[in-house]
């Protein structure tokens, strides 16, 4: 079932919101490139030589209107290589 109707995004219940043409693909991976220091549009859209730029932007357009719910998913993905500091 989806929750959102966003073009070139399918969002199930419980899901991570992913490209239409790439299921596999996930706004969150997009999302972090292009929001790499320096970053442009055009080296995202090199990272991902299969999506349009109208997925692209698609994806960054679901970003800006669920910024919190994609930097959790980021957030998550950083968690296990954070380094922790040793016991003292």
Do not use: C
């Amino acid at each position: 079932m989806s929750v959102a109707n966003y073009p070139h995004i399918i969002k199930e219940i419980g899901l991570p919101a992913r490209m239409q043409s790439h299921p596999r693909t996930r706004v969150a991976t997009i999302v972090k490139e292009y929001l790499n220091p320096g970053a442009t549009i055009e080296d995202t859209i090199w990272q991902f030589p299969f999506l349009s730029l109208a997925e692209v932007h698609a994806a960054l357009t679901y970003y800006y209107d669920n910024q919190h719910e994609i930097d959790v998913e980021i957030q998550s993905e950083a968690e296990p290589f954070k380094k922790r500091s040793p016991a003292n």
